[in-house]
């Protein structure tokens, strides 16, 4: 199913990823950022339900200045030093730190959290992330806003090796459909049980919907083909 998830990101279309049964046990919907719609939004928040997050490729990310949250409160922390043991992730029951970085609204939304807010905010963000991967410079400030409605994740350094959250699957996968590496990713929930969509349900719904399903096994596999054939090409 991988080839039908990478078809679909270079389409611009959503793809449903799930992790690990050892990890979070979760399958998020994924879309480019770059393709996203108020639809597409309003998909995830209502058959997903989860968070609505941007999954950013870590040189795009470091190269617009966006730090770890938990970053961003150590250093607040010489100021306000009850925010230090805030940031301390080490009783995360999945991994060992967070992904989370800010919190964004474009400058031309209006609250931000509406579905035409927050696929501007996203799409937007997708556009300046691929220009910032093509060797393009970006002021963050002059088109974004902290905080905000949308959740920016930033992949670890070393995608599929450091840590294989969805954060980093996600990115990988655009990364390997040659999309602009920024997603848009919603974990799925079920109401009815007040857990996590199961590995089952979620497949039934992508069955339902037409929609490519991806386990995080494929992907980690992938990209490290992927990843060495790129390094062989420039031997």
Known sequence: MIDEALKA???GEAVLLYDFDHREGETDIAIPAVNVTPQDVAMMRIDGG????VALHPIAADKLGIPFM???LTAASEKYPELLPLSRGNDIKYDSRSSFALWINHRDTFTGVTDIDRSLTIRRLGEVVDMVMTNGEFDLASEFRSPGHVAVLKAAIN???D?????????????MAGVSPAVAI?????ASTGKALTKDKAMEYAEEKGIPFV???????QYRDFKEVKVKLFL
């Open 215 to 221: 386990q995080g096994k494929e992907i980690v596999e």
């Open 9 to 11: 990101f270079r389409k």
């Open 186 to 190: 919603c974990e799925m929930l079920d």
């Open 163 to 175: 840590r294989v959250g969805q954060t980093e699957l996600s990115v990988a996968l655009a990364e």
């Open 159 to 161: 995608l599929t090796y």
């Open 50 to 53: 989860g968070l609505i997050c």
């Open 70 to 72: 938990h970053d961003v």
